[in-house]
């Protein structure tokens, strides 16, 4: 009986404390928040704020281009590179970034390269690199200008002065030339190298090359005398023996052959060759 009632009594007393441990434990509060509206709205008006400095920009007439400058032009006219790089008119200076120019300023043969800047607040900078001409290619009665990447850029109406002229067979021609075209072959890049190899004041300068159909190369100048190169292998070798034989019989000789450089040949002219005849040389 004793123990009964004190089980009923610890009974009891853990019900009353339990019920007290329930009466201090803290209610679950909910995680959800409140929507924060306040920054989708900075963000609209941040959108708003640049859309209308951008009409600002766009739409200020200060800001339009009233000035076009030509920068690196030699042989072409502002007015032609302006209509080359067809400017528009009345147009925003931050908008005229987009403009293709420099491919459209390349498009013409002579224009080697081409670039364009601004200059706020409404000047805007065409700067164009003009080809520089290597030699004058004369062939199947035409003469063009052509540049040290052998691009055919202008068509001229016979030699021009100051430029070496390189006169080539029709064989090693291609069967046409149009401006822009790149001639780039053997033949051409090897007379190149030739004319490379004459210094200034040199005995050979001011002259005349020839390649003929087997790609022979030959030095003419203005007096008539030949200097007869052949293939274009050892050049720097066979300039050295030119040199040397334009120097001393230069002005007696019709031509000189040292396409051969262990044995060289000379051709006295008709004054000469009937006392002497032709004078072979060897090394």
């Known amino acids: 009986m004793h123990k009964r009632t004190h089980l009923t009594v610890s009974e009891n007393l853990s019900g009353e404390k339990s019920r007290e441990g329930r009466k201090g434990v803290p209610k679950k509060r909910s995680n959800r928040r409140r929507r924060d509206w306040n920054r989708p709205l900075r963000w609209i008006a941040l959108g708003l704020v640049l859309v209308e400095i951008g009409f600002l920009l766009f739409a200020n007439p200060y800001l339009h281009v009233t000035k076009v400058r030509v920068e690196g032009a030699h042989t072409l006219t502002t007015e032609q590179v302006f209509d080359e790089a067809r400017v528009p008119r009345h147009t925003n200076i931050l908008w005229i970034l987009r403009q293709p120019f420099g491919r459209r300023l390349t498009a013409n043969p002579v224009v080697d390269r081409a670039s364009y800047s601004i200059r706020l607040p ?162």
């Not at 200097?227 to 720097?236: A, E, H």
């Open 122 to 283: 409404n000047q805007l900078v065409l700067t164009v690199k003009e080809r520089q001409p290597k030699a004058v290619v004369a062939g199947q009665g035409q003469f063009w200008l052509v540049d040290a990447k052998c691009v055919a850029y202008r068509q001229l109406e016979g030699p021009l002065a100051g430029v070496p002229l390189v006169q080539a067979a029709s064989a090693v021609l291609p069967p046409e030339i149009t401006a822009g075209q790149s001639l780039r072959s053997p033949w051409l890049t090897d007379a190149f190298s030739l004319l490379d190899l004459l210094p200034a004041g040199s005995n050979l300068a001011g002259l005349k090359v020839v390649v003929d159909q087997n790609s022979n190369l030959c030095l003419n100048r203005s007096d008539g005398l030949q200097v007869r190169l052949g293939q274009p292998d050892s050049l720097p070798q066979k300039m050295v023996l030119a040199e040397a034989a334009v120097a001393a019989h230069g002005g007696e000789s019709a031509y000189i052959d040292v396409s051969s450089p262990e044995q060289m040949v000379r051709m006295p002219r008709k004054s000469d060759k009937e006392n002497n005849g032709p004078e072979p040389r060897t090394d």
